[in-house]
């Protein structure tokens, strides 16, 4: 039995700081987002070493595929921002809720007091 404290000791101490791991008290996310930025045909070119026939020949093909990242991305903000009024709102309405709970028990001591 020892034994077995032991090792559960260790194994929290361990892992304690993995659990810190994250950014302000944020959860920890389960994936990096995308980026909202795009690599230029000019920098894939040179990463790539295409020839000039090579880039023209991929160049329809990185177009379309550029402009259905922006419109993800841009879709992607959309979302957090929805989600971010959903969050406010709620708190607001919990912000208020407590206030006038905090007001009816002052104001029904007052009276009674």
Known sequence: MPRFAA???????????????????????????????????????????LTP???TKITPAYTALNGVMKDAAARRQAIRQQMQ???????????RAAREVRQRAHGDAGVSG
């Open 7 to 49: 090792i559960a000791v260790i194994a929290l101490v361990l892992a304690a700081p993995a659990v810190a791991q994250t950014a302000n008290g944020e959860p920890p996310r389960r994936f990096q987002p995308p980026p909202d930025h795009w690599m230029t045909i000019d920098s894939l070119a040179q990463s790539l070493g």
């Open 53 to 55: 026939a090579q880039r």
């Open 85 to 95: 009024a959903v969050v406010s709102r709620r708190a607001g309405a919990h912000t």
